[in-house]
């Protein structure tokens, strides 16, 4: 019975223990995670585990996301995690994405993991269209999104159709043309090809880079209404607050700059912005719910700190972080330049073994060239042979018959006395046999002559097959071949490389250099921003002949005037900001 009772006490015990933990799943951009969580804990608790797990340094960019209602809530540090409205199911899920986004990404973002982070989370909201991106720029965004997963185009690997199953382009741009899969990954795949020579995490920032300067990228929008009445939009970005028309995300009526700002406060479902201004009256507009007040001045409150914080000396932890991330850069640059080298090494290699692997082919083929040339000449000395043996028998034959032909006339001339009559007969027989004795002479002089010709044909053949084994002999001893102008150092035997020998130690003149290449690269940036704008133009002039106007959704529409019109993000902010802060604060109200 007492056992009984401390094992009940013991399971109820257990259960008190059990209860005071909870389980979250956190889902990145990348993958998702759980952790068992204490009830006591507060959101910066359990933000700071994630970020340790992730090796996140840079966590000022980050927040827990969950929706409630409808609407995007983020879980508040300072407050327990089940005193907020977070779902109650176990195990929680909560989402770690961007909250707030850099003015520069290529300057603000210092760590690998947010780059990548940003990169994974700017290139799903393009692709699910919540963020307007034109053609062009898609495709070559999508051509830096491929060498970021597949690194260095090898036609060898990446041959037609390797694409086929990604997702790189918005359904709205492939809509929008008379282009097949094919046509689009041919398109992909040529931009691809020349940024040969760049690392993933390169490739990554160029996406970011060419991803920031779109209208919509890093702004939050939410429906307001202003004195009068008058539907618009709120845009909360890393610059400010700016105003739309429902109906035009692109293009803001007006802006207001945090550092014209002063306070933000909201009362119920009016929001009040006071200008730093004394001068210029507040200006108020009413949202849908005070849950969205709530949402828009944590994302006010998150920015104006940053924009402030982005003018300031940076903070200890930040210049150690920069400081790390350089001679980060150094190193990999210092390797990536080492690698190069032996990169090109084994290329310069290959291409001797190529040209070995060549010069042996033509020295078999002479060979073989060769070869059938001595058996020709064998074949024919043969057959010259074979002539002149028949005609030293055939002379031989005709001198017998001369012989006998001789005999013939002095048995004629025995004979011959035996009369007058038969001495003429004789006489006539032994004129014609001397005829025909001097045909037979000079027709075995002739044969003779002949006889001597095919000897001396012989002489000559044999004489052309000695000569044909001499230069098969030759091509043979030259088959021992080195490739002129490498060094015998330079290609090792079995063509690998050793790396025994890759330690580096920085010395200060190289981290110099390796910093003024960097600055270099700043100085550089306005020529690259123009070859990238001449890409973007080169790409569209490509595509535009296969457009479907019908099919332009009315952003597309807006986006081509301002195109037209040479308006961009940045100087339609600059324009905006131009007129004094009064003058925009009643224009505001007057919409």
Not at 206 to 222: H, R
Not at 452 to 474: F, T
Request: aromatic content about 8%; some cysteine; glycine content about 2%.
């Amino acid at each position: 019975m007492a056992s009984a009772l401390a094992a009940k006490m013991g399971f109820n015990s257990l259960m008190r223990k059990q209860a005071k933990n909870f389980s979250v799943r956190i889902c990145t951009m990348e993958s998702d995670m759980e952790f068992s969580c204490e009830n006591k804990w507060k959101g910066k608790d359990l933000f700071d585990l994630v970020c340790r797990t992730l090796g996140l340094r840079e966590t000022w960019f980050f927040g827990l996301q969950y929706n409630i209602k409808d609407t995007v809530s983020w879980l508040k540090m300072e407050k327990r995690v089940l005193d907020q409205e977070v779902p109650k199911e176990e195990p929680i899920t909560l989402h770690f994405l961007a909250k707030f986004y850099p003015e520069n990404a290529e300057e603000e973002l210092v760590q690998d993991i947010t780059q990548h982070l940003f990169f994974l989370q700017v290139k799903k909201k393009i692709l699910e269209e919540e963020i307007h991106c034109p053609p062009e720029a898609s495709v070559l965004l999508a051509s830096y999104a491929v060498h970021a997963k597949y690194g260095d185009y090898d036609p060898n690997v990446h041959k037609p159709g390797f694409l086929a199953e990604e997702e790189l382009l918005p359904k709205r741009v492939i809509n929008l043309y008379q282009m097949t899969a094919e046509m689009w990954e041919e398109r992909i795949t040529a931009c691809y090809a020349e940024h040969r020579g760049r690392t993933r995490d390169e490739a990554e920032m160029e996406y970011l880079k060419i991803a920031q300067d779109l209208d919509m990228y890093g702004v939050n929008y939410f429906l307001i209404r202003n004195k009068k009445g008058t539907d618009l939009l709120l845009g909360v970005d890393a610059l400010g607050l700016h105003i739309y028309e429902p109906d035009n995300r692109l293009t803001p009526k007006c802006s207001f700059p945090w550092n014209e700002i002063r306070n933000i406060s909201y009362s119920d479902k009016e929001f009040t912005i006071k200008p730093l201004d004394k001068k210029t009256n507040v200006f108020k507009f009413n949202s849908s719910r005070l849950r969205v007040n709530k949402l828009i001045l944590q994302l006010c409150i998150g920015n104006h700190d940053l924009f402030m914080r982005r003018r300031r000396v940076d903070s200890l932890e930040v210049q150690q972080m920069k400081a790390q991330a350089r001679e980060e850069r150094a190193r990999k640059q210092v390797e990536r330049q080492r690698l190069q080298q032996e990169k090109q090494l084994r290329e310069e290699a290959e291409r001797a073994r190529d040209e070995l692997e060549r010069r042996l082919m033509q020295l078999q083929d002479e060979a073989h060239m060769a070869n059938e040339a001595l058996l020709r000449s064998e074949q024919t000395a043969d057959l010259l042979a074979e002539k002149a043996q028949i005609a030293e028998e055939e002379a031989k034959l005709l001198a017998q018959k001369a012989a006998e032909a001789e005999t013939e006339i002095q048995r004629i001339k025995v004979t011959a006395i035996r009369g007058q009559e038969e001495r003429r007969l004789m006489e006539q027989k032994m004129l014609e046999a001397e005829m025909l004795a001097l045909k037979m002479a000079e027709e075995s002089e002739r044969r003779t002559k002949e006889a001597e010709q095919l000897k001396q044909d012989l002489q000559q053949a044999r004489e052309s097959e000695r000569r044909a084994k001499h230069k098969l002999l030759e091509i043979t001893s030259r088959a021992v071949y080195t490739s002129p102008g490498l060094p015998a150092d330079s290609m090792p035997p079995d063509l690998s490389f050793s790396r025994e020998n890759l330690s580096f130690d920085f010395k200060d003149t190289d981290m110099k250099r390796l910093s003024m290449e960097i600055e270099k690269e700043k100085v550089e940036y306005m020529e690259k921003s123009k070859h990238l704008q001449e890409q973007l133009n080169e790409l569209k002039t490509e595509i535009e002949s296969l457009k479907l106007k019908e099919r332009e959704t009315p952003l597309d529409v807006i986006h081509n005037q301002n195109t037209e019109q040479g308006t961009s993000k940045h100087s339609n902010f600059k324009k905006l900001t131009l007129q004094s802060t009064k003058s925009r604060v009643a224009f505001f109200e007057e919409l």
